[in-house]
């Protein structure tokens, strides 16, 4: 098992101002194993998990059998109990209660509305993913990247059991657990749709290109990228426009946010398949787009473009400054006029460009070279 120890003392930030905490994210990415790490130093602790039917029976009266419970309260795949959520706020909201909650669960339209209508300003929110590489450790970057962030394709003894595990879920997801969301959607279709999002991974959204493809209309087509959006599958990635004298992209970008994931969908087994792909940079985009979000917990999160030509892969801000990155797969990375543009028109305090290598060097006063490895380096300093 490998350690988690940010996802951890989020958690437990969380858990100093509210009484509940609910953790969010795909099947397979270590919510239990998390919620267990957790409960395990608690003195005194329950956990239901709602896919086992001796713990729906012991839910069969919720608000007697969880009222009389003390110390923490794990509740895992909660939107198999949407019900649940209007019994939490009644026993969240008591007098003097101590009782704390963490409510683990897959993403989906009922856990998005239960949550916002009825515990809102009562839980705090972590969402989790696949492990990164401040968990995983700077030497296993290529690994991570072909394989991806979920923890049985990590952790698997080669990368053909890695790849079979990763195919074998994907099906699961479309065959099982998206149905199980209450979303009825042809298996097979949304798998057609997905496969084209992965060819599609790191471009702009076009929805009726992917509609004429699927033989579908453009808000079906879209109803598809939502659904696999919502389960934390894919990253609608949005862009930045202001009032520039330059006519800007006003489109997002979509990206499979697991790269393993990405990869199996791709067919891609072995890290020789990935370097001959012409996918190779839009992955690593992907794949280094995702470690940046991890690493500085950013929701908020832009592209930029224009229709000159102009862009810049990643901006985030952070106290009010805004900062750049650009994803380059070359050996050594040198300044391009994009950059500069971007640098100019957007006001960047700084600009990274994240590549693969293991060295790190200055192009300019406000524009760097960095290994994907070091940017771990980067945070809390200089961004704080």
Not at 313 to 322: E, V
Request: charge should be positive; hydrophobic fraction near 40%; aromatic fraction near 8%.
């Amino acid at each position: 098992m490998i350690d988690r120890p940010q996802a951890l003392e989020r958690v437990r930030d969380l858990f100093r101002t509210h009484p509940g905490v609910v953790i969010l994210g795909p099947r397979q990415c270590g919510k239990t194993t998390l919620a267990r790490v957790i409960a395990s130093a608690e003195s005194t602790y329950t956990i239901f998990d709602l896919e086992s039917p001796i713990d729906v029976r012991r839910l069969s009266a919720p608000m007697r059998n969880l009222g009389a419970l003390s110390g923490l309260v794990v509740i895992d795949e909660i939107q198999r109990r949407p019900e649940l959520f209007e019994i939490l706020r009644v026993l969240i909201d008591r007098p003097k209660a101590t009782t704390r909650f963490l409510i683990l669960g897959s993403a989906s339209p009922s856990l998005v509305k239960g949550v916002s209508e009825s515990l809102a300003g009562r839980v705090g929110f972590l969402d989790l993913g696949g492990f990164d590489l401040r968990e995983t450790g700077a030497g296993s970057q290529d690994r991570l990247w072909l394989r991806g962030g979920f923890p049985r394709s990590f952790l698997a003894p080669d990368d053909a059991a890695s790849f079979g595990w990763r195919r074998d879920f994907l099906r699961t997801l479309l065959e099982r657990d998206i149905p199980q969301l209450g979303i009825s959607i042809p298996a097979e279709t949304l798998r057609r749709c997905w496969t084209m999002i992965a060819h599609y991974h790191g471009q702009i959204w076009n929805a009726a290109e992917l509609a004429r493809s699927l033989g579908t209309g453009e808000t079906t087509t879209r109803r598809y990228l939502d659904i696999l959006s919502g389960a934390y599958l894919v990253r609608v990635l949005p862009p930045w426009f202001e009032n520039l004298s330059k006519r800007q992209v006003k489109a997002p970008k979509v990206y499979v946010r697991d790269s393993g994931l990405l990869h199996a969908l791709l067919e891609l087994e072995t890290g020789d398949d990935l370097l001959s792909h012409p996918k190779l940079g839009a992955s690593w985009e992907g794949f280094a787009l995702e470690q940046v979000l991890t690493s500085f917990q950013r929701r908020e999160a832009y592209f930029w473009a224009t229709h000159g030509g102009a862009e810049l892969d990643l901006m985030i801000t952070i106290r009010g400054k805004r900062y750049g990155f650009e994803f380059k797969t070359a050996d050594a990375p040198g300044p391009s006029r994009s950059m500069r543009v971007a640098l100019q028109d957007l006001q960047l305090e700084h600009l990274w460009v994240l590549y693969p290598g293991s060295d790190a060097y200055e192009l300019d006063e406000r524009l760097s070279v960095l290994s994907l490895r070091k940017l771990p380096t980067l945070t809390p300093m200089p961004l704080s």
